[in-house]
């Protein structure tokens, strides 16, 4: 009767199956290799303005002192060249306003793909606005998005092409020394940052 308990153990045992370590699971290896392309896809190389020859200097290679460019220039960042062609400033509607102390900035931005493979641009977790106080903001929904809601900059941009679109954000009201920061990456990497004149 001691050898049937034992024998019918040793089959329970048999038929559990141990667990597949987790780095040889699928999910494992497709993060791995979105994690690596993205960090190719973002070069690093310092952002520029298209045309102009880079300057080198020693003292200005840390973020706090990154190049600042202006609205309307053509910056290059890696296979990315950034443009934010127009701002607009807005208290909003009869039907959508901002809360009650903010407002909202709106950006037409052009980012130009120059690479040879396409590019995934995520405005929530590669643009932000920054003010003189250091606050950041994020993405929000403005009048201009949904007064236009086909020409959003997420998405795919294919190889030799370029996307145009507003970007809106939900900042203080009166807030001064605004500025757009676009990351070449959510995952790190340089940034372009640009002077929105206020």
């Known amino acids: 009767m001691n050898n049937l308990n034992q024998s019918s153990e040793i089959k329970t045992i048999n038929n559990i199956s141990p667990k597949k370590k987790f780095y040889k699971k699928w ?3 497709g993060i791995v290799v979105i994690i690596i392309l993205s960090i190719i896809g973002s070069d690093s190389s310092n952002p520029q303005k298209v045309g102009e020859t880079s300057v080198s200097n020693s003292v200005n290679n840390t ?9 309307g220039d053509q910056i290059k960042l890696g296979n990315s060249i950034v443009t934010v062609n127009k701002v607009e400033y807005s208290q909003g509607g ?6 009650d102390g903010n407002e909202w900035v709106n950006l037409n931005v052009t980012i130009e793909n120059t690479g040879s493979s396409q590019q995934y641009v995520t405005t929530l ?17 403005t009048n201009k998005a949904m007064e236009n809601p086909g020409f959003g900059l997420d998405g795919s941009v294919i190889a030799q092409s370029k996307r145009t679109g507003w970007v809106g954000f939900e ?6 020394g605004l500025q757009f920061q ?3 990456s ?5 940034s372009v940052l640009v002077d ?3």
């Open 171 to 176: 900042i203080r009201k009166g807030a001064t």
């Open 94 to 99: 009869q039907y959508t306003k901002p809360a």
């Open 27 to 29: 999910w494992f290896w």
């Open 186 to 190: 959510m995952f790190g990497g340089k």
């Open 63 to 71: 973020v706090e002192q990154a190049t600042t460019f202006k609205v």
């Open 182 to 184: 676009y990351n070449g």
């Open 196 to 198: 929105l004149g206020r």
């Open 125 to 141: 977790g590669q643009m932000f606005i920054r003010d003189f106080e250091k606050n950041s903001y994020q993405v929000s929904v």
